[in-house]
């Protein structure tokens, strides 16, 4: 039987865990990529044993300067036929990320968030034939809309990203691959464990269950949960001398 | 990491902690290297203060919950100890088989599961979950990952299953399971007049079934002392999918106000309505396998019901020759201190003693009661009358267990021993520990 595969980048926690595992469940296939192949394994062999799928991890540091998108997909497709959803969930978020930037993780933030996926994503979308893809999912973040002080980098390179993927759905607007980008509000991982945040923090579950279940649907951008549409559309028309003072 | 007042299950024992919960492999062995002293946290329902000590950092398991290896021909299942014994029983029965040792409730982790030794709902017939474990991963900062079985490090093996998490955390375990005898559970009731016909009884019908409890009224006089229910449990060959959804147990459920009003009442309607509802319930019924497995899931009000103060459990267990004395001074002992039992049960146990493994041979007792001073006092009496009739208490069901008690154990001394020999520097420490003086 032919199993859809998916191409789950950033798969060895949060947000990416929870989809491979959700996508696993539905009966796809999956390539399991991160830079950590002893926490890929575990999460390949649960897959494959609970539900009977083909999983495989593929081990690559995306920060690298001569990170190779070819590379990855060649190998990916040696032992998968074709790639059919690429979920794009990496992060980089540095602690120093306030204020102005260091050199030190400026680079790193930059690759993982924005030059590496959209080296990924101009690949797969140029050959598109030949990888038969038929989504591409962004997981991006609120904080590319409403930049503070905090996370400059990883909000500006999430936006880049955001950016470029709009562009993308455009030229792809007379074929048959989608791009959605989502934008996603306070989840449960490990950069918000223990922290104490104004709204509620969703499970990566929840976010994989959603965006699984509309992985074909053409919506373009999407707020998750969708009530910070509205608190997003609130803080971006607070006007600056009130702006200022928030802090979040 | 969060710093936060950690309670045990039975919200009497409390530290001020910090957490952890580590995503990644690199992440965890980072922190166990760290100077402060750990102690790893599975699903943070252990009665007693296991997994969390003052100024020790609890580390979370639970996102360490895959199935690694799965050996039909050797009958073996190798998983991480984040599982929980619920996600780990539906997978087998899904694939047709069953795992024998489970404690009454399914969000409980493997890794606690083996910290502290469980028994089941039946000792007797299945004995406690070491003897189903074929092999553990450990990773000790000051040793390394070392594996352990019954052929190799088997000392580090026997004190690892049973050592509270005082030997390391962890990484990975492999276990026995078995092949189903049924597709659902039939469960007999048989009522029983008092507690030591309840015994005389179970010794008397444990070899007809596959597993047998009871459940028993200790708030009745003397005649009637102990007056309940045996449930006899077989496997059937009647399909029964009933679908349970595993439920969420936490002591912060039973801190809001409408327990707290409600606790004098409920803690003294509970045995006579349970007494009243199973009455009236037919003699035989069919269970699911996973309701079967986990009869306090969905029962979650009980524990709330105590409200802020929350309860003490004692589970002991007594040699069968000095069952009827213990018991007849027993009802003496309650009568006198005036406590309200909410909860007491009967299994029938069989094994030897080593370290402090909850296993002998006798009859198990476990009794539940509000917490306040009076029952600290009562438990406090019991312990002296255990002691006499030749008990042991469970360790990890008790909170207030003091060492002088913990010497019950013929092994009390070479456990403490042999765990600070392996861990001379008390890298893993909790309030358990503390107490006990380990």
Known sequence: MNRKVALIIGASTGVGRAISEKMAKDGYDIALVSSDKED???????????????????????AEQDFNPKILLGNVLKDFIEINYLIYSAGFVSENDFGPSSDTFLDKTIRINYISPIKIISLLTSEIELYKIKSIIVISSIAAFVPRKRNILYASSKAALEIFCSGIRHYLSDKQTIIQIYSLGYVDTSMSFG?????????????????????????????????????????????????????? | MISKKIFSFDGNEFSDSFIIRPDKKRFLINELNSKQQNIAMGAGLSYALSFAGNNVKSIMTHLFN????????????????????????????????WFSVTPGYPKITIGGCLGNNIHGKSQYHYGNIIDHIEEINLYHPDHGEIICNRNKNIELFNLTIGGFGLTGIIIKVVLRFQKLKG?????????????????????????????????????????????????????????????????????????????????????????????????????????????????????????????????????????????????????TLIQ??????????????????????????????AIDIPSNQKTTEFFNSLDELMKKYEGIP???????????????????????KDIRNFDPKIRFNSSLRERLEI
């Open chain 2, 336 to 365: 006198k201190k005036k406590v309200l039992i909410t909860l007491s049960s009967l299994k029938i146990f069989k094994g030897k003693q080593k370290y402090l493994y909850f296993s002998q041979d006798g009859v198990c007792l």
């Open chain 1, 40 to 62: 890929l394994l575990p999460i390949c062999l649960d897959c494959s044993i609970k539900y009977g799928i083909k999983a495989m991890e593929f081990s690559i540091n995306l």
């Open chain 2, 183 to 331: 597709f659902s559970i039939n469960r007999k009731k048989i009522k029983v007049k008092n507690l030591i016909e309840t015994a005389f009884e179970m010794i008397k019908l444990k070899d007809n079934y596959d597993q047998i409890y009871s459940w028993n009224n200790l708030n009745l006089s003397k005649k009637n002392f102990g007056r309940g229910f045996i449930y006899c449990e077989s496997f059937s060959n009647e399909i029964n999918q009933k679908i349970i959804e595993f439920k969420n147990l936490s002591t912060d459920a039973r801190n809001t106000f409408f327990y707290q009003i409600t606790q004098p009442i409920s803690q003294i309607a509970i045995s006579p309505v349970f007494e009243i509802m199973e009455s009236m319930k037919k003699d035989e019924t069919n269970l699911s396998l996973l309701e079967a497995a986990f009869p306090i899931n969905g029962k979650e009000i009980y524990f709330n019901s105590f409200g802020k103060k929350g309860f003490r459990e004692y589970q002991l267990i007594i040699p069968f020759k000095n069952w009827e004395l213990f018991v007849q001074e027993l009802y």
């Open chain 1, 195 to 248: 922290k104490k945040l104004f709204f509620p923090i969703i499970s990566p579950e929840n976010v994989a269950e959603k965006i699984v279940s509309d992985i074909n649907n053409d919506f373009g951008q999407r707020f998750y949960p969708s009530y910070w549409k509205w608190i997003v559309g609130i803080l971006k028309i607070i006007p600056w001398f009130i702006y200022r003072k928030i802090s979040f």
């Open chain 2, 66 to 97: 895959r199935i690694l290896n799965f050996d039909i021909d050797k009958m073996l299942i190798t998983v991480e100890p984040g599982i929980s014994i619920g996600d780990m029983l539906k997978f087998l029965i899904e694939k047709g088989y």
């Open chain 2, 394 to 416: 469970n360790i990890s069901k008790d909170s207030r267990l003091t060492p002088k008690i913990a010497k019950c154990y013929t092994q009390y001394e070479i456990f403490k």
